[in-house]
């Protein structure tokens, strides 16, 4: 008996990290993905209405979900459901921050405000975060090494930081860090999600 051949193409099979970065939404932000000029690893845009900044090293790296809910329509004649309706979406960003600053900590508490005061004569210099009630959003982006050697970018333009924050402060047991669960408030239909395959003929 011959065995069936499986079809498939091995560099489609990927491993890699993701390049992430956040941005705090302002009535001014209009948060876009860089310009397809942009290569992988490039610039993302620091300034002017659209301020990208790093979210810095992880434990894990960043884990995207999507979780659909449905409900089945069923009928008496069909042993199979005759439709299946979405009921919700959850898309989500997990990930742990390891460098403990207070940016890190603005964002995995859901927002704050950070004022930083100059050194002078008589007081020092220093920053400080007012933890909001409320929470602050975001627009969340990441770019990884698709199959074809060039980018893909993921661009979720609203999202809210819901993580539980336990940093631990021990001697030397480990670093402290912070768990985030940044999960997107926007329509499904306004995520972006673009891949470079070729580059151009000019």
Sequence with gaps: MVNAQPAYVRQNVLVGQARMFVQKLLPTSVPALPADTVELNGAW????????????ATQEGLNFRFQRSTQDITIEEQLTPVSVNTTGIDLSMDMILSEDTLETMQLAFGGGVITTTAAGVGAIGKKEL???SDQDQYAFG?????????????????????????????RAADARRYAISLRAVCAPEEVQIVEKTANSTS
């Design 45 to 56: 845009p620091s300034s002017g209405v659209n301020i990208w900044v790093p979210v810095g």
């Design 130 to 132: 007012v933890i909001g």
């Design 142 to 170: 990441f770019e990884v090494k698709n199959s074809f050697g060039f980018f893909r970018r993921v661009l979720v333009p609203t999202v809210v930081s819901v993580g539980q924050i336990e940093a631990l402060h021990r």
